[in-house]
């Protein structure tokens, strides 16, 4: 089993950033990859970004704004979430997701994650 935990969420206002974090424990994968959804009530889980145990990252469309960025701790048991220039529709709540690389890719789907962190919501006001 595999514990995620998010932190640093919270209150920000239009324009500014937030760093999220997402610390991983328990089992450990050999071939890893980690990302950042979000979900906002009434809605699906939409990806946003991933980073892979060889460090390849994949972004989301929206993402590709360049105001998402994600990166690993040294441990490689930790991954970030840097954003900037947020907006009020980026107020979600945000998790962290783990899972073995099973494909040549990354994938971007929901449900093919094995493992989830409880979320934490951030809020942007205008």
């Known amino acids: 089993q595999v514990q995620l935990v998010e932190s640093g969420g919270g209150l920000v206002q239009a324009g500014g950033s937030l760093r999220l974090s997402c610390e991983a424990s328990?089992?450990?994968?050999?071939?890893?990859?980690m990302a950042w959804f979000r979900q906002v009530p009434g809605k699906e889980r939409t990806f946003l970004a991933a980073?892979?145990?060889?460090?390849?990252?994949?972004y989301s469309r929206d993402s590709e704004e360049g105001r998402f960025a994600i990166s690993t701790g040294n441990n490689k048991r930790t991954v970030y979430l840097q954003s900037v220039s947020l907006k009020p529709e980026d107020t979600a709540v945000y998790f962290c997701?783990?899972?073995?690389?099973?494909?040549?890719?990354?994938?971007?789907?929901?449900?093919?994650?094995?493992?989830w962190g409880q979320g934490t919501q951030v809020t942007v006001s205008s």
């Open positions: 997701a783990m899972g073995a690389q099973r494909r040549e890719y990354i994938t971007t789907t929901a449900h093919e994650y094995d493992y």
């Open positions: 328990g089992r450990t994968f050999s071939s890893w990859v």
């Open positions: 980073v892979n145990y060889r460090g390849i990252t994949i």
